[in-house]
């Protein structure tokens, strides 16, 4: 039987697959305005034309990047999600050495970033408009990471087998680019540092071993070696 679980999920999917999928025309401009509250003439000049230097070839593959000159507008439109408490140091990287020209827009010159975010997946999804190359390189940082899979898909349990809907998504377009982004060695780090944080809510070691099972099996450098 098709379960009402079941069409939450696809639904969800489906709405996750549009976001930031390429559109064109008025539809692209519309949800921009939406998002970021300023209507496209705005953002035009904002963003002067020839501001903005060459698209980065060297951001790891969990930065969602677009240019947006085809709609006139020259900037990037990037997209990160992020655990819930490392916001306030997202924003903070934003804002630093920058001026707050407006709420939630910082500028350094003719560089500019507006931001906002929303919730999902136990997470936040950051959402910039910038022209600030060497912003967008900070905000790469692993340090930055989507919740880990305890976290967001915790009801599933460490040994992920067959995946569909919301996670389905949630781990093939934002945790597996993020985690395969890592080294190994930064993985042993990235584990290290959150089983400090897990402690504090009481997660068994032998329960933290299978989620790290879990995690390194995901890998196909892991799964190879």
């Given at each position: ?6 069409m939450?999920?696809?639904i969800g ?14 539809r692209?401009i519309e ?5 970021f509250?300023?209507d496209?003439d705005k ?11 060459a698209?980065?070839?060297?951001l790891?593959?969990?930065?969602a990047?677009r240019?947006l ?16 408490t490392q ?10 050495g920058r ?8 500028s350094q010159?003719?560089l500019?970033?507006l931001?906002?975010h929303?919730r999902e ?13 060497a ?6 940082s692993p340090?930055?990471n989507p ?28 945790w597996?680019?993020y985690?395969?982004a890592l ?5 042993s780090e990235?584990?290290e ?23 390194r099996?995901?890998d196909?450098r892991?799964?190879s070696?």
């Open positions: 039987m098709f379960s009402l679980q079941r939450i999920d696809d999917r489906k709405r996750q697959e549009r976001r930031f999928a390429s559109t064109s025309g008025n692209q949800a921009i305005e939406h998002v509250g300023l496209i953002l035009k000049k904002t963003f002067v034309e020839g501001g903005i230097p698209m980065p070839g060297d790891p593959a969990y930065i990047l240019d000159g085809d709609i006139g507008v020259t900037a990037f439109l990037v997209r990160q999600t992020i655990e819930v916001l306030q140091s997202y924003i903070m990287t934003i804002r630093d001026d707050e020209t407006d709420w939630q827009h910082n010159g003719d500019h970033t931001v906002r929303d997946f136990a997470g936040l999804n950051m959402q910039l408009l910038t022209n600030d190359v912003l967008i390189r900070r905000l790469a340090g930055f919740p880990c899979p305890w976290v967001a898909f915790h009801e599933l349990g460490p040994t992920v087998g067959s995946l569909q809907g919301n996670a389905e998504y949630w781990y093939h377009h934002i597996d680019p985690w395969e080294s190994l060695d930064d993985q990235f584990l540092r959150k089983r400090r944080e897990t402690v504090a809510a009481d997660m068994s070691e032998g329960e933290w071993l299978q989620w790290v099972d879990g995690l099996f995901r196909p892991t799964r070696s």
